[in-house]
């Protein structure tokens, strides 16, 4: 049995070859070379859309190739594997067709998917110079008119704006505004004519620098009724609710960075020497690999088991989602920097011989963060909603059904259902308020380290939701504290996604010899544990013995040219 999203991965991985090999168009050393010009990737764009990839932004009930968003995460962190500029500027349309797959009718849905698997670039309108993420403060404006709308305004720091030949606009349709006073609008360039609208200029970066970072601004530009994507004042529910799609999947940006950083430095060290010993020899370098291809695994399960949940558990997204774009970019930040002072002055390199990789990817990642709201904005997601979790854990009600089609990944997930999303978790989050029972019933033969890590995580997470239960909302003046609160909670529901993963997917993923490894004695569960309870209550135990019984695992994954995984996925880069 095989992770079929995975068949997905290695197809389009043996369509574009190695990325060490130079000739090929999808090449490290190509997109290197863009980036020293800080030119957009126009060459490999074309070549990703002949090998249908923009199919895989649209579901299959529009005529396109999703029938799982797992597909969606593989074609782009493929893409990120390779270099991030390519993924975000290609991958950005599946942003800008979003709201049409959680917020339209099927006549513009379908509309919307006629353009993206046509070859068409659509981006997303929605920040503004002044007001960043305050998308209640944007000025842009729609003002009805005989048989349409007459819009004005800039939108500033658009991915793609200049490029797009469609951008879907949030402007503000009702003077007063608030909740119901925004509308979204697809903007036809083509349409518009060139006085329609005006391209501000490309902004420069310190990563990603040939992306089409820009804006663009329109001076009483008049669109039909018909653009109005949506019912009119839907457009901050219909982004908040595509925002919980985009916030689960831009992990694919973060797992692609993080499998080639890991990459570089596990060949590094195999190959480089140091005091007489290979640098993979020497402890505290690997360690250092070794809680890289942890961070890296924890990273990989919880994006796994939340991408599932876009259609098992989708009225728990808004949790979910803003869990995994806090933890997942925030700790392959943290997965680069700690790589880098192992590879030392080579990380900072931009030779022929390498093509600086390893700078290229710390600096790209860095603008990851802040993709879809950053951090702080993600975690406040999460502080607003603590009443509801906290109640949520205290009932111990959770959907049995919905985390087991979540977690286990043997078979498809249940058809997505845009009307299931929710703005607020009413339900709370299963993956957390199923854990008790779940640690209670932990089937025979589990290790007994991995037991004594399961017992723990539950310990914490049950004064993690105690003290949010205690915490008294505040809508602006939010304390720090609730702040780091928010993070113990991100690390609880992450450990719980790797606990259910392992217990849904054990018999058959385990049985398969080339990650076996990885799965006897629940390995990778207990170092992926033991990284998250040593963040979340840090002790002066010694836990080398787990790291150096992964270790070989991460080298024979190198060397065989797999995926960074805990499932088998071949890639064209084999490394004997």
């Known amino acids: 049995m095989r992770y079929q999203p995975y068949a997905l991965t290695e197809r389009l991985e043996e369509r574009f070859g190695d990325p060490g090999d130079a000739s090929r168009a999808f090449s490290l050393a190509r997109c290197a070379e863009l980036d020293r010009r800080e030119e957009f990737p126009a060459d490999i764009c074309r070549e990703l859309d002949e090998a249908g990839v923009a199919a ?5 009930r529009y005529g396109g190739a999703v029938r799982t968003f797992e597909d969606t995460l593989q074609a782009v962190r493929l893409m990120a594997r390779r270099d991030l500029t390519v993924a975000i500027g290609h991958g950005k349309t599946f942003l800008g067709g979003v709201s049409a797959w959680v917020g339209a009718g099927p006549d513009q849905a379908r509309r919307v998917a006629a353009e993206v698997l046509g070859g068409s670039v659509v981006s997303w309108g929605l920040t503004e110079a002044a007001h960043g993420s305050d998308l209640l403060a944007g000025e842009v404006t729609a003002v009805p008119e005989a048989g349409g709308y007459r819009v004005a305004g800039e939108k500033w720091l658009i991915n793609n704006a200049t490029r797009a030949d469609v951008v879907c606009l949030l402007a503000r349709t009702d003077p007063g505004g608030g909740p119901r006073g925004f509308s979204l609008l697809l903007m036809d360039k083509r349409r518009l004519g060139p006085g329609g609208y005006r391209c501000l200029p490309k902004v420069r970066t310190h990563g990603v620098r040939g992306a089409d970072i820009s804006g663009i601004g329109f001076d009483g530009a008049v669109v039909d009724a018909g653009d109005l994507l949506g019912a009119p004042g839907s457009g901050v529910e219909t982004v908040l609710k595509g925002l919980q799609l985009t916030r689960t999947l831009v992990a694919a940006l973060s797992l692609g960075a993080a499998d080639r950083a890991l990459r570089l430095c596990t ?52 949790v979910l989602s803003a869990v995994v774009k806090y933890h997942v970019p925030t700790s392959v930040d943290a997965l ?10 080579r990380a900072f390199l931009a030779t022929d011989d390498d093509n600086g990789v390893f700078q290229k990817v710390e600096r790209d990642h860095r603008i990851v963060g802040i993709f879809d709201g950053n951090t702080l904005v993600n975690l406040n997601v999460v502080i607003n909603q603590f009443p509801v979790l906290a109640r949520g854990f205290a009932r111990g009600r959770a959907d049995e059904s919905g985390v087991a089609a979540a977690a286990g990944a043997a078979n498809p997930p249940p058809d997505f259902d845009p009307e299931r999303l929710e703005l607020v978790a009413r339900a709370g989050c299963s993956l957390l308020q199923g854990l008790p029972a779940a640690v209670a019933a932990l089937p025979g033969g ?32 939010v304390p720090g504290a609730a702040f780091d609160l928010a993070r113990e909670y991100a690390l609880c529901v992450t450990g719980a996604a790797c606990l259910r993963f392992w217990l849904h997917n054990r018999e058959w993923a385990g049985a398969e010899q080339r990650t076996s ?34 270790l070989p695992e991460l080298v024979a994954q190198y060397r065989a040219g797999h995926l960074f995984s805990p499932l088998l996925c071949r890639l064209p880069e084999e490394r004997p």
């Open 517 to 550: 490894g990885l799965w006897d004695g629940a390995l990778w569960l207990e170092a992926c544990l033991t990284r998250l309870l040593a963040r979340l209550r840090p002790t002066t135990e010694n836990a080398d013995d787990v790291y150096d019984r992964l």
């Open 56 to 60: 895989y932004y649209v579901p299959a």
């Open 446 to 477: 589990t290790p007994p380290a991995v037991a004594d890590l399961a017992r723990r995580l539950c310990e914490i997470a049950a004064d993690v939701h105690e003290r949010m239960a205690g915490h008294r909302p505040s809508a602006r003046n």
């Open 336 to 345: 680069i920097a700690n790589l880098g002072q192992t590879m030392g002055a």
């Open 267 to 318: 060949g590094f060290a195999l190959g480089h020497e140091l005091y007489g010993r290979r640098l993979a020899d020497l402890p505290h370098a690997a360690r250092t690999l070794a809680e890289a291809y942890t961070d890296l695994l924890t990273a990989e399960v919880l994006s796994l088991v939340a991408t599932r949940a876009i259609h098992a558990l989708p009225g728990e997204l808004s």
